[in-house]
Structures are given as structure tokens and as C-alpha cells.
């Protein structure tokens, strides 16, 4: 096709649904990308009708415009969420769409939203075990419902035969999980994991016409049948349509009894400040959305109790890469024994051979995989509400002089440790960290955070959010052996590849029973240090810096990356296109928060989404020494004195109509 060719904006938008699973919906990175149902009229926002046209012309790739960083001299783009930034679409006939992006929140935490039931509920609220309010009373006569600063993890997703009232269109789901609350009403008291983690499911009113998502109903789920829930942090969907959650920093078993922070979190949940059993967190969550915009809860027990962040199911829907956020942190991977159930399967750590580097251009460093054990969810509840720390191992934190310990590098510190007889299965599954650096694995890497997967290319991509401490040789953290091993730190963080096959055997020499084992690692981007530049940024702002959140998108084959980063001013949203290799800054958060949430979906009823959150603006670190000033007003203005966070999605609407040849 040419410019001479006679092809109507009807037709031509047709085209966009000629593709099932578009990624050209008007929502954006959250939601849609937005562009209007195929009609003659001005696009408006939401995502891209997918209206079926003459399938000769196909989308043949998607690409983003990149946005600069804001900076003072627009100090109100610095304290919201600023979306400067494009997608272009361009089909198989060389011809071109343009979508100008921009963001759109369901709420803001501490709002009053629809309960469905005709009244409303405080989105992102706290409950104890039995479901009552949990109250803030650190600043007198203005007592109110703790509210959490920090959403995370998102899924959106659909359910067979959903019936909601108050949807006109079609019926979706979002669930949705709060990580923590930064500070009490009073600003002085320090409530970080000191409160059990809400999970909310959202019924969004999908518009069969634009694509747009509306709330119509948040329904906070019962977390009582699994213990509560413990600093839920990244998330993912399931192959088969279920959110999985996180539980990371696992508590300290050994010393729960006299740490202030899990005792608060025990007397917040239970009244009771000795109630908490630590053993029951730092599992993998499940949430299952019903028909009816409610949602049923379980722990998978048997996935490793380690620093949960954000898992990926991969091609088989059985093999399960975890993100282990924590100092001396793994590779991590659990094999379902069945297809679509995590209760009961075979857990494995790596060990990393030689030639580890962050170097991009250097070779793919070999992994080998240590078997931990196999078992089910059940059988290891069942041993977390009977065992104590002690029956499972010594630890010590000073030489004992005792060749019957193995020194170990463990949970941001040095240990000695002795496993006590017959207490393999338990090591393997309520200590695991102690357990997999005791057996030989390379537990030396340091915030290890989002993982995905890019399916067609058999790859799995790992975020670094620092690379520091136990990864730099010579660092006391950083055992002999592990394989872990860089010549300095690089505080800023890389994404890593992982190759997938089959035909691998343990380092017990047994077949492992999966096609989709990562076989080596390698850096695929890595931020850089810098110099603190004029605004504050000590990572290249130009680059990833502290990467977090990841999700891929198979119809775009992009590559999105959220920022955790203490080193630029304002966090970023990336896409990163793995064919042409572009890295575009497409989302900048509130200076002083997290880009959190992020959850990529290439087909809801034909519409594309990119969920979008963040967390804790304004929380300040001496990078924002020059800006703070000025901005803090601001975003207090913005998000309730600091104590709110926005729960969204990009849109999108159409920009430039293009019929040259590219």
C-alpha cells in the first residue's frame, strides 16, 4: 500500500483489530493504548477498537517514543505523574499510527470508593484477622483507619461468566496488594511492615466501544484463612488466570520473638503481640477472582520461604523463575508436578559457574541447579505450625570453633550454621536461604527483584536493583565459590537474560522434569553511576537505573521496566524493545517514589493494557536535597500530604495519521 492508495481512517483503524490480542488499545501501560472503535470520528481515550478489517494488513511491530526526564523548570510535571511520551504502530504496509500516552488512576489511596453494595470502603485500607478496621491513633482527636502510601503488585484479568452490578460493558478485574504504609498520621512513627498487607479485587466497567476501564466496585479480600499477609511486594498473572502475589524479607525465625517490627506486625493482625508464627510468611500467595468480584486466598508453602518479589510462570505452566529481593539472594526455581497447581512440586536453586559479569558484550555465565527438596504446600504448613527455629539448625553469628558448622553468608550477614538431623525437608523449605547457601548455591546477589518471560525467544529476564556488597569480590559477604563475583559495585543495577531448554540434570546427576530451566545468565542493560548531576541524580538519567518491576509483552516485544531507585530524582517507567534494541523513557512517578505495579496485558476483550502505580512520593533521600524545597509543597497538595499513591493504567489517544512508507 501507498499514499495513493484509497484507505479510509475507518478502514485503516480496522486494521488495528485485524491482529487478535492488539497491543494498540487506547487504556495504557496499565491500560490501553488508547485510539478510537474504528469509526470516522476523533480518536478519545481509552485503547484501540479491535474491529475486524481486511486481514492483508497486519501490525507488524510497536515502537515508544521516548519522553525527557522533567526538571525544575516544570517542578509541577516532577511532583505527579508525568506522561510525556508516544507509541507508534506500524503495520504491514509500511503505513503508521501514532498514539500520544498519558495516565489514568482509578483512585488514590485513602479515597472513598464503591463497595459495590451501594456505599463505599477506604481503597488501600487496613484490617486485622478479623477483618476490623486497624486505626491509626498516633495524632489525637483525628483517630482514622490506617491507609497504605505503597501499592504494588497488579493483575487484570477476566472470569468466565463475571456478573457484577453496575457494569454496563464488559466485566474485568484488577487485584491489587499494598505493600506497606511509610508513616503513622504523625509522621514520626515508622509503620514499614508493621501492618498486615491488604489485597483488594477491583471490578472495572470495560466500554465495549473505547476500551476504557471505570471502577464500579473494590472488594477487599479475607486474607484470615492464610495468617495474613506480609509485605506483599511484586506480581504477576498466571497462565491460568489467578494473581500471584509475594511475601518478601521473610522474617527472621530465629529472632522474631524480640524483633520490634514482626511483634508489631503481630499485635496489629492478631491483638496479640506473640501470636504471629514467622514461619507463615515469606511464601508465594494466590489469589483466585470469583464471578462475582470477590476472591478465595491460599499460600503455596512448598515454593521456598525466601524474599518473594515477583514470580513468573513460564512456558509450560509448571516451571516457576522467583525474584529473591534480599541481600545474598538466588536464582530460585520451582517445578510444579502438576500443570496449572503450584500445591506441590520440586524446588531448585542455581550455582553460578564461571565467567559472571555485568558486562553485556561478555559471554552467558553457566548455571547448574542444586535439588532443595520436593513437597507439598500442606506438608510444609503442617511443619511451620509445629517446628521451632531450633529443631530445624544452630545458627550462630560469632565462631564457634566448631568444624561441625559450615560458615555461610545468609540474610545480609555472616552466620555458622549446623543442621540438625533429619530436619533436611524443613531446612529446605522454612529456612531456605540458611539451607541453600549451607548445600553450595550462589547466594550472592543482591536485590534480585522482577522476573518475566519472553516466550517465543525461550528467555527470562531478572532485575538487579543494586549490584553491591555481596556481588563485589572482596566484600565480606561475598563468600568463596558462589560464582558471584565483579571487580566493583554497581549501585545503579542490570537487567539479566537467562536462557530456557530442557535436558538438564541436577548436580545430583537426576533429569530435572522441565523444558524451561534457565541454563546460563548474562547482562542485557545495566544503569550507570554517575557523579551527582545538577538536579541530584546519581544514576545516568538516560539509563535504567535500580531496575524493579518487569513485565514483557509478546505482542509488542517490549520489554517494560519500573524503577526502585534511590538514584534518580523521579523514578521512570521504561520500554525496552528487544528486536531493535531502543530503551525509551515512556512514565515518570512523583520525585521521592517507586514506579510499582506494572503488569503488561496484550488482549482484554481486544484491548491492550499497561497497569501503573507508585509508591511513596515525596519520600526524600539526600539526592533531592536541591528539589525537596519546592516540591514537597507539591506533592502533598497532590497526594494527601504524602499519605496517598495513585492505582492506574495509561491511556492513550490517537496523535498523527500516517499513510507514507516508513
Known amino acids: 500500500m501507498n499514499a495513493n492508495t484509497d484507505l479510509s481512517r475507518r478502514r485503516l483503524l ?14 495504557g501501560m496499565g491500560a490501553l493504548l488508547a485510539a478510537c472503535g474504528g469509526s470516522d470520528h476523533d480518536a478519545g481515550t481509552g485503547p484501540v477498537a479491535t474491529t475486524p478489517a481486511t486481514p492483508a494488513v497486519t501490525l507488524a511491530s510497536v515502537s515508544f517514543g521516548a519522553m525527557t526526564a522533567p526538571t525544575m523548570a516544570n517542578a509541577a510535571a516532577m511532583a505527579t505523574t508525568s506522561v510525556a511520551s508516544t507509541m507508534t504502530a506500524t503495520f504491514s504496509d509500511s503505513s503508521k499510527l501514532d498514539f500520544k500516552l498519558s495516565y489514568q488512576p482509578f483512585f488514590i489511596t485513602g479515597d472513598q470508593v464503591p463497595n459495590g453494595s451501594g456505599g463505599t470502603i477506604l481503597a488501600g485500607g487496613y484490617y486485622d484477622i478479623n477483618n476490623k478496621p486497624i486505626v491509626d491513633t498516633s495524632v489525637a482527636g483525628k483517630e482514622r483507619q490506617f491507609f497504605s502510601d505503597s501499592p504494588d503488585g497488579t493483575s487484570l484479568l477476566t472470569v468466565p461468566n463475571a456478573s457484577v452490578a453496575g457494569v454496563k460493558g464488559n466485566t474485568v478485574f484488577a487485584v491489587v496488594q499494598f505493600e506497606y504504609t511509610t508513616w503513622a498520621q504523625d509522621g514520626k512513627t515508622d509503620m514499614y511492615g508493621k501492618l498486615p498487607a491488604p489485597i483488594a479485587v477491583l471490578t472495572l466497567d470495560q ?12 472488594h477487599n479480600v479475607d486474607t484470615s484463612s492464610v495468617n495474613g499477609l506480609w509485605i506483599t ?33 503481630s499485635k496489629n493482625l492478631y491483638g496479640d503481640e506473640t501470636k504471629a508464627n514467622p514461619y507463615n510468611y515469606g511464601h508465594l500467595p494466590e489469589i483466585t477472582v470469583n464471578t462475582d468480584g470477590t476472591a478465595s486466598i491460599k499460600k503455596h508453602y512448598c515454593m521456598g520461604r525466601i524474599s518473594h518479589e515477583l514470580v513468573q510462570v513460564l512456558g509450560d505452566n509448571r516451571t516457576v ?10 536464582y530460585f526455581v520451582f517445578v510444579a508436578d502438576k500443570e496449572k497447581d503450584l500445591s506441590a512440586g520440586t524446588l531448585y536453586v542455581a550455582r553460578v559457574g564461571s565467567g559472571f559479569s555485568l558486562d553485556p558484550a561478555a559471554a552467558s555465565a553457566p548455571l547448574t541447579w542444586i535439588k532443595l527438596g520436593a513437597a507439598s504446600s500442606a506438608e510444609i504448613r503442617a511443619l511451620a505450625a ?26 545480609g550477614r555472616i552466620e555458622w550454621l549446623k543442621l540438625m538431623p533429619g530436619m533436611e525437608k524443613a531446612a529446605a523449605f522454612l529456612e531456605t536461604h540458611r539451607y541453600a547457601a549451607l548445600v553450595g548455591a550462589s547466594m550472592g546477589f543482591t536485590k534480585m527483584e522482577g522476573t518475566t518471560v519472553n516466550l517465543k525467544d525461550k528467555i527470562a529476564y531478572s532485575a538487579l536493583q ?14 568463596a565459590g558462589n560464582g558471584i563475583s565483579i571487580p566493583k559495585a554497581l549501585n545503579a543495577g542490570a ?14 546427576g537426576n533429569a530435572i522434569d522441565s523444558d524451561w530451566m534457565p541454563a546460563d545468565t548474562k547482562a542485557l542493560l545495566t544503569g550507570e553511576d554517575i557523579a551527582a548531576d545538577a538536579l541530584g541524580n546519581t544514576g545516568n538519567p538516560d539509563r535504567v537505573a535500580n531496575p524493579d518491576n518487569l513485565k514483557f509483552s509478546e505482542k509488542m516485544r517490549t520489554l517494560f521496566i519500573g524503577e526502585d531507585s534511590s538514584q534518580h530524582v523521579n523514578n521512570f517507567l521504561w520500554a525496552y524493545n528487544v528486536d531493535s534494541k531502543q530503551l525509551s523513557r515512556i512514565l515518570s512517578v512523583p520525585a521521592g517514589g517507586e514506579s510499582t505495579g506494572l503488569h503488561a496485558v496484550d488482549d482484554i476483550n481486544g484491548w491492550t493494557y499497561i497497569m501503573s502505580n507508585f509508591q511513596h512520593a515525596g519520600d526524600w533521600g539526600g539526592i533531592h536535597a536541591g528539589v525537596k524545597t519546592t516540591l514537597d509543597p507539591l506533592i502533598r497538595a497532590n497526594y494527601k500530604d504524602k499519605f496517598g499513591a495513585a492505582v492506574g493504567y495509561l491511556t492513550g489517544e490517537l496523535a498523527q495519521f500516517k499513510l507514507a512508507k516508513a
Not at 494473581?243 to 525465625?253: M, V
Request: hydrophobic content about 35%; overall charge negative.
Open 386 to 411: 509445629s517446628v521451632k527455629p531450633a529443631d530445624i539448625m544452630d545458627v550462630r553469628t560469632a565462631d564457634p570453633q566448631d568444624a561441625s558448622y559450615t560458615k555461610v553468608a545468609a540474610n
Open 207 to 218: 466500554d465495549k466501544t473505547t476500551g476504557k476501564l471505570s471502577l464500579v466496585k473494590y
Open 321 to 330: 523463575l522467583m525474584g529473591d529481593d534480599a541481600t545474598n539472594s538466588g
Open 233 to 265: 511486594c511484586g506480581a504477576s498473572l498466571s497462565p491460568w488466570g489467578t494473581h500471584l502475589s509475594s511475601e518478601e524479607y521473610e522474617p527472621n525465625a530465629f529472632t522474631a520473638a524480640t524483633d520490634a517490627q514482626f511483634r508489631a506486625y
Open 495 to 508: 537487567v539479566m537474560m537467562l536462557n530456557l531448554k530442557g535436558g538438564q540434570k541436577d548436580t545430583a
Open 14 to 27: 480496522g486494521f488495528l483489530g485485524a491482529s487478535p490480542m492488539l497491543p494498540l488499545s487506547a487504556g
Open 466 to 479: 543494586n549490584c553491591q556488597s555481596s556481588m563485589v569480590a572482596g566484600n565480606a559477604l561475598n563468600v
